[in-house]
Structures are given as structure tokens and as C-alpha cells.
């Protein structure tokens, strides 16, 4: 998506470790407008129309989640870090390991909020080695849930998540997949065509 | 909002602990249309016209700071919990605990995305006994922005939080303040005049 690419090239800055933040629109301070416009771009990607909910998981994943639910017209789910006291048994869980925080961390999902008859969207906004996004899956087909797809903003194409999901054959897009970052220059992967 | 009251009448339930869920339409599974509703309902209150963002705190409060600052035509920005690598120097941070997690935690907001020239609303789901809200408006007054109003869905009256804001002059609306909470019965306030 070329717009996204733009908007990374513009504001996006590399940081030692491979980071690339994209907080000024993404995932800290967020411009809810163009979350529309990912939201619109993913819809020509999937059929959003037989979407029974939007996936995503806490915290950064949500604003977009919510964004592209609210648009296809269905709720949004956010699997949860961690085990608080608000959610008492009945739950889907997926053990995880969190990139940006270096620890190992519980994916939930309450099993009232999803089962056999959804079919899910899974929405992130970044994937990187994609662990946060196999402990969606996990869940996904722990519920016998239909997994209709796995849309994602920023894809970091050199740390292979996504091109692991690929050859599983799963339905995934990315708007906008990373190849190579420095901090003078990001080279980015061609679309996928619609 | 009598549309909320009836809707956590209906589907709300109470847990030991003072714990009342809403997690089917509010903050696990979110309903981005009543969020929508929930929305146009705070515009009533607080001059949205003014503000130039939306602020709230990871993660359970995004959902409905994200759709409120949509409608708004404003940036969302959410505090962010405890310290990861993707954000270096330059922070706001507020030490606050967690009722939910029994724990302690620090919300953070890059200086970046907050300054002086903001006027700020404050939106969360839920709040009972305020330290979130407390760590959120420590943060923009050491931001020297100007805080416009605080805007709640849910607030749990018999905890005093938001009294205690009240008490201290801040423009705050909940949506719905529950007085008392039995597994059979839910009380609540009357609503503030608009």
C-alpha cells in the first residue's frame, strides 16, 4: 500500500535492534483516519463480507482491530496478556514470546467470545518473527473457528514471520513488508497483487 | 445513558471481588457500533470541537478512545504499561497500581505526542478506584497541556474514584455509575445533566 510506505519513509526511523517505530500513526499516537484507509485497503484483499468478528491482540493491535471491525460491521475481539482476575475459566490460551519485550508472555480469549461457527479476520499492526500472531492461530483453531485471514500493516520481511505463514498457506497480506532497514533507507517488498 | 445502564443490566455480571463484567460488548469482545453510540453520547457533554486528542491507557480503554477520536477528527495516543525497547528517553511516566492486576505499573507517553499546545480528553472504559485516571492526569499536567474533561463508559460509584475527582473540580462524565452491584441487582446513578 503505497500510501503506508509513503507514510513510513516520512516518519518512520530505525533504531539499533532492528526496531522500527512507526509511533507517530501506528502504534502509540494513532491517526484513526488512516486506520480507515488500512482498514479499506485489507477489504480488497479479503471478503470481509463473511467475517464474523475481527482478532487482534492487546495492546498496539487494537486501534487498527477496532478500526476495520467497526467499518465490515462486526465486533472485535482482542486476545488478552496475561491472566487477570476479570476473566475466570472458559478460556482459550496460547503461550507466546514477545519480541518487543523479551519475555514469554499467555494469550487469552475468553471461549464465550469465540467458537465454531465464527469466521475470524485476525488485524495486527506489526509483525515481526509473528509468535503473537501463531498464539492467534493457535487459538483460532482451538476454538474450531474458520480462519478467513490475517491482514497486518507493517510486515518486517527480514525476520521471515510472515513468509513462514505463507508457505503454511495461510491467507495473509501485509500492506506494507520491510526488506531491509537502515537508518538512511527502507527498501520495502512489491504489494501483493489484489 | 440509559442505552449502557440497560445494556449492563442485561448482559453485565457480577463476579466476588466487586468485579462486574462487561467484557461481551465493552473491553474483551468490544461492539464498535455502541461504542459509536457511546461516542456522539460524550460529545454531549465535553466540547469536542476544542480538543486535540484523545488519551487513554493500554490496553482495555483503546477500543472506545480509538472510536471517540475518530469521530472527533483527533489523534489517539494510549499510555503505554511498564517499559519496553521500542521506546527510548523522552517519556512522561506516572507510577500507578493496578486494581485489575494487583500489581504496580507505570504508564508512559512519549513527550513527542503530548505537549503543552494539547487540549486533552481523557477516555477509559472503566474505572473504579481512579489510579489509572490518576496516573493519566499526572501525565498531561506534566505535560503542561490543558485537560479538557475526562470522559468514562463505566464507573464503579461505590468505589469513590470518580468522586473523588469530582471533589477536586475536574470535568468528568461517566456514562453509567453503578452504586451498587449484587449478582441479582445493579443500582445506579442518576445521569449528570448535559
Given at each position: 500500500m503505497e500510501a503506508l510506505k509513503e507514510r513510513i519513509r516520512r516518519e518512520g526511523r530505525v533504531l539499533p535492534g532492528n526496531i522500527i517505530?512507526?509511533?507517530?500513526f501506528l502504534n502509540h499516537r494513532v491517526d484513526t483516519a488512516f486506520m480507515e484507509e488500512l482498514a479499506d485497503e485489507?477489504?480488497?484483499?479479503?471478503?470481509?463480507?463473511?467475517?464474523?468478528?475481527?482478532?487482534?491482540?492487546?495492546?498496539?493491535?487494537?486501534?487498527?482491530?477496532?478500526?476495520?471491525a467497526n467499518k465490515y460491521g462486526v465486533p472485535m475481539v482482542f486476545a488478552k496478556k496475561a491472566k487477570s482476575d476479570n476473566i475466570e475459566g472458559g478460556l482459550y490460551?496460547?503461550?507466546?514470546?514477545?519480541?518487543?519485550?523479551?519475555?514469554?508472555?499467555?494469550?487469552?480469549?475468553?471461549?464465550?467470545?469465540?467458537?465454531p461457527e465464527d469466521k475470524v479476520l485476525i488485524i495486527d499492526d506489526f509483525m515481526a518473527k509473528g509468535y503473537a500472531m501463531q498464539g492467534l492461530?493457535?487459538?483460532?483453531?482451538?476454538?474450531?473457528?474458520?480462519?478467513?485471514?490475517?491482514?497486518?500493516?507493517?510486515?518486517?520481511?527480514?525476520?521471515?514471520?510472515?513468509?513462514?505463514?505463507?508457505?503454511?498457506?495461510?491467507?495473509?497480506?501485509?500492506?506494507?513488508?520491510?526488506?531491509?532497514?537502515?537508518?538512511?533507507?527502507i527498501t520495502f517488498r512489491e504489494d501483493d497483487p489484489v
Open positions: 517505530k512507526v509511533d507517530g485489507f477489504a480488497r484483499y479479503f471478503d470481509v463480507s463473511k467475517i464474523t468478528m475481527v482478532l487482534t491482540a492487546e495492546a498496539s493491535g487494537i486501534a487498527l482491530a477496532t478500526i476495520c490460551q496460547s503461550e507466546i514470546f514477545s519480541y518487543t519485550y523479551k519475555k514469554k508472555a499467555t494469550l487469552i480469549v475468553a471461549q464465550e467470545w469465540l467458537g492461530i493457535d487459538i483460532v483453531n482451538a476454538a474450531g473457528a474458520e480462519l478467513v485471514g490475517i491482514g497486518v500493516a507493517v510486515e518486517k520481511g527480514f525476520q521471515h514471520g510472515g513468509d513462514s505463514f505463507r508457505e503454511q498457506g495461510y491467507n495473509i497480506h501485509s500492506l506494507a513488508v520491510i526488506e531491509e532497514a537502515t537508518p538512511d533507507h
